[in-house]
């Protein structure tokens, strides 16, 4: 563990909330305020299951906006491990082949984990780790465009295999899984990351519970 790794069991918030809600821009204006060194980021996007055994017709055809596209168990051990001050080695997830690329990344957990990811708060056992519970509530349509622009720009997709995604499963999984799990949020954030008042807030928490820890929870 290197001199940046926390000697006591990280704060870990979990940030949720539809695609492109803003929660990479919540999760970065967090560690802007604690200090880059204070906080790991984990994303459950990269635990992707790997689908290089399979032709890219059928690696296209997967539903990815359903829990079972996910390792979230590999995710749980690495949580579970990061609790106990150990680094974990997370996948790296190639988005436009759909597989893992070969050399994961090695984490350390630091002061705070933020885990981030869409379906963190579908899932009783992610939410039983977390101290934190964040729902980012962004408007519908301010959602979808920033979807189109970063799957054209950072996934190389075309807008009609976009548009097609998001009808038959983006949004219908966001209405199934990740609209439901908003009920389960300490802490809301209404218009993503640019919420100056809100991120103060979630920011004031996180170093009050370094202050004064919760009792552990459950390691289930």
């Known amino acids: 563990m290197n001199e940046h790794a ?8 979990g940030v949720a909330g539809g695609s492109g ?12 305020r604690l200090g880059p060194d204070r906080m790991t980021c984990l994303q459950h996007d990269s635990y992707y299951l790997d ?9 296209a055809a997967i539903n990815y906006d359903h829990p079972d596209a996910l390792e979230t168990g590999l995710l749980i ?25 070969p050399m994961p ?3 350390e957990p630091r002061d705070v984990v933020l885990l981030e990811g869409i379906l963190i708060l579908a ?4 939410r039983e780790l977390m101290d934190i519970k964040v729902f980012v509530d962004t408007d519908p349509d301010l959602r979808v465009i920033r979807r189109i622009q970063r799957d054209v720009t950072e996934r ?12 038959n499963t983006v949004r219908p999984m966001h209405l199934e899984f990740v609209e439901s799990s ?14 100056d008042v809100a991120v103060d807030s979630l920011v004031a928490k996180i170093e009050a519970l370094l202050e004064n820890p919760k009792p552990e929870p459950p390691l289930s």
Do not use: C, W
């Open 77 to 101: 051990e690495h949580l579970h491990a990061m609790r106990a001050g150990e680094s974990v080695s997370v996948p790296v997830y190639d988005f436009e082949n759909h597989e893992r690329k």
């Open 156 to 167: 190389n997709r075309s807008l009609e295999s976009i548009v097609d995604q998001y009808l």
């Open 182 to 195: 908003k009920r389960y949020a300490d802490f809301f954030i209404p218009e993503g990351g640019f919420n």
């Open 51 to 59: 689908r290089s055994d399979l032709a890219v017709e059928q690696r």
């Open 123 to 126: 899932d009783e056992k992610l």
């Open 21 to 32: 809600s803003g929660k990479t821009t919540v999760a970065n204006r967090v560690a802007e």
């Open 105 to 107: 990344v090695e984490l």
């Open 6 to 13: 926390t000697a006591s069991r990280p704060v870990i918030v």
